[in-house]
Nanobody, 123 residues
Framework: QVQLVESGGGLVQPGGALRLSCAAS????????MGWFRQAPGKEREFVAA????????VYADSVKGRFTISKDNAKNTVFLQMNSLKSEDTAVYSC????????????????WGKGTLVTVSS
């Protein structure tokens, strides 16, 4: 069983930045690909970014490409999402997901999910 706990959400002004963290309780973190998703009020869950177990390969949604960066620290069992140039439309609950297969993350079929952290972008 893998437990995921997100942190780092909060209120930020448009154009600002936040760094989200997701800590995983797992023996071999490098075996797991990780992903970030978000869900805004009244909308479906949306894929944001994913990273392979090694951390060498990443993929992003077009809506965040060039503004968000996903990274992974296998020594600390943590995945990060650096969010820059935030916009009001980035407001959502952000959740991390873990799976041995990055394809399953892309299909929103990951085995493990965190509860999420709220990001509000507003002036």
């Amino acid at each position: 069983q893998v437990q995921l706990v997100e942190s780092g959400g909060g209120l930020v002004q448009p154009g600002g930045a936040l760094r989200l963290s997701c800590a995983a309780s797992v023996r071999t973190f490098s075996n797991y690909a990780m992903g970030w998703f978000r869900q805004a009020p009244g909308k479906e869950r949306e894929f944001v970014a994913a990273i392979t177990g090694s951390g060498e390969n990443t993929v992003y949604a077009d809506s965040v490409k060039g503004r968000f960066t996903i990274s992974k620290d296998n020594a600390k069992n943590t995945v990060f999402l650096q969010m820059n140039s935030l916009k009001s439309e980035d407001t959502a609950v952000y959740s991390c997901a873990a799976d041995r297969d990055i394809i399953r993350i892309g299909l929103r079929a990951a085995d493990y999910w965190g509860k999420g952290t709220l990001v509000t972008v507003s002036s």
